[in-house]
């Protein structure tokens, strides 16, 4: 194996929402160009800390941190940091896709013209680029100024990938991106998800409850557990063959065991 360089490393991070706390004393690296997977039953904060990795929980509720969170050696919840041009390098796909009630076009360009002017053919280009890389480009090339509400789940959960694709992110984090599609359109978006990984610097954080699926489409898994007190932490992270094989910890093998399909 190549040497491991993180493009995020997480340090003894505790996560709270007003006072109740969330995740306790999470420590993990998450490697660049690499695919990692983050598993665990319902509520053990997995979401909770994808979303501390570009700070978006903050515009949900007030919250406190402790620990720290490294992008690159910078440590994203220091006051001096630009937030918007955190989320542009590190991108969020949700569950459910939350695209604009624009065209196909539109949707793609949004983030590339907030961040300032561009030439309308660079545009054009950009929008392109994301389409094909998001596997999409042969199915709307002729559907670019269509509204994007049309499209089908699965057309729409790329789509939301391409328009975070489009601003060129370090980063990409995927909170289970197949969560209610049918078995087509999963496998669509597992497939892109592969393809993505072969991009040379592109570093991806997906959640999943599918652990076939975690076995073929990731390179590291993170497993989160509720303690005693019923707050999310890391049991176990590590190569995913060795997680789905080897697990150190009774709790991960418990739960491979039992959710392995």
Known sequence: MNKLIPAIRVKNFSFYYDTQKILESVS???????VTAIIGP??????????????????????R??????????????????????????????SKPNLFPMSVYDNVAYG??????????????????ALKDADLWDELKNKLHKSALDLSGGQQQRLCIARALAVKPKVILMDEPCFGLDPIASMKVESLIQSLRLRSELTIVVISHNLSQVTRISDFTAFFHL???????LVEFGITKKIFTKPLDSRT?????????
């Open 112 to 129: 590339i013209k907030i961040v300032g002017w561009r030439p309308k053919l660079e545009i054009d280009g950009i929008v392109e680029s």
């Open 28 to 34: 993990m690296d998450v490697y660049q160009s690499k």
């Open 227 to 233: 303690n005693e007190y019923r707050v999310g932490h």
């Open 42 to 63: 319902s509520g053990c904060g997995k979401s909770t800390f994808l979303k501390s990795l570009n700070r978006m929980n903050e515009s949900e509720k007030e919250v």
């Open 65 to 94: 941190v402790e620990g720290r969170v490294e992008f690159f050696n910078q440590n994203i919840y220091e006051r001096r940091v630009n937030l918007n041009r955190l989320r542009r390098q590190v991108s969020i796909v949700f």
């Open 253 to 261: 093998r418990d739960y491979v065991v039992t959710r392995i399909s």
